[in-house]
């Protein structure tokens, strides 16, 4: 059966990753290619033991389900981990060989790039949560310790809105996460989380007095943060900026 997989690079012979991070290659889209002159099911067994590769180790063979119109056997084909397919180009002994090489090992050194970097902004995203909470924290702490006025100051700050521009700007949000959550290939829950948090660290506010608030005057437990920063226009502005920030630098360096 077929695996779904996930490409990384579509250049010279298309990359994949599994559902566990291996970088693998199908061995017909290598074999084609390399331009072998051999037919496929030949070339590829001899290579195999050339290499000592071990099934469900190094590589995986299996059966396309396709229906050939002329009848005859299905289809073969094989996922190659990255490291057996170097060896097969370099077993060629020519430079289309060596040209294949040499771009699965740029391959490679390009998904440890981002992979270092996913980790870096991951460390990070770890500890602006933990900042985060700590700022939660004292903010609660102090809307404890404030009377009727300092709620009556929060009202004050946010802007009632038309119910007209009130809903378009909740499509406008709603569109733009969407496409961060299509183009980043996450959760979209994930990507409200993230724009709530950083919203709330770039402009120095916690959103959960704006929200208890705003729950209380209209009477509505269905109102969520992304109500709140539709309702007033620096929170708008800035998560609207924030999300086609991402969108733009996602669709120009992919």
């Known amino acids: 059966m077929e695996k779904k997989l996930k490409v990384v690079d579509s250049g010279l012979v298309p990359v994949y990753e599994t ?4 970088k693998v290659v199908y061995g017909t889209e290598l074999h084609r290619i390399l331009e072998t002159g051999t ?3 030949d070339w590829i067994q001899r290579r195999l033991k050339e290499c000592d590769a071990i099934e469900m180790e190094d590589y995986e063979g299996f059966t396309q389900n396709q229906v050939k119109p ?3 056997r299905p289809k073969r084909e094989h996922i ?6 170097k060896e097969m180009a370099m077993l060629e002994r020519n430079d289309k060989g060596k040209q294949v090489r040499q771009y699965f090992i740029q391959v490679e050194k390009k998904c440890k790039r981002l992979q270092k970097a996913a980790q870096g902004q991951f460390e990070q995203f770890g500890a602006f949560i933990k900042r985060q909470e700590e700022f ?3 903010v609660m702490k102090k809307l404890e310790s404030m009377e009727d006025s300092g709620s009556r100051k929060i009202q004050e700050n946010l802007f009632i809105l038309s119910r007209s521009v009130m809903d378009q700007r909740m499509r406008i949000l709603n569109d733009l996460v969407d496409q961060v959550s299509d183009l980043c290939g996450i959760e979209r829950n994930k990507v409200l989380h993230y724009m709530y948090k950083t919203l709330q660290e770039r402009l120095g506010i916690s959103l959960n007095p704006y929200l208890s608030v705003m729950k209380s005057e209209s009477g509505d437990i269905g ?3 992304i109500h709140v920063i539709a309702s007033v ?3 708008y502005e800035a998560a609207v900026e924030m999300n086609r920030f991402v969108i733009e630098r996602k669709m120009l360096f992919g």
Request: glycine share 12%.
């Open 39 to 41: 037919r496929y099911n």
């Open 19 to 22: 559902d566990t991070g291996e």
């Open 70 to 72: 002329n009848g005859g």
């Open 223 to 225: 109102i969520c943060n």
């Open 233 to 235: 226009d620096r929170f």
């Open 136 to 138: 939660n924290q004292a």
């Open 80 to 85: 190659l981990k990255l490291d057996i397919a």
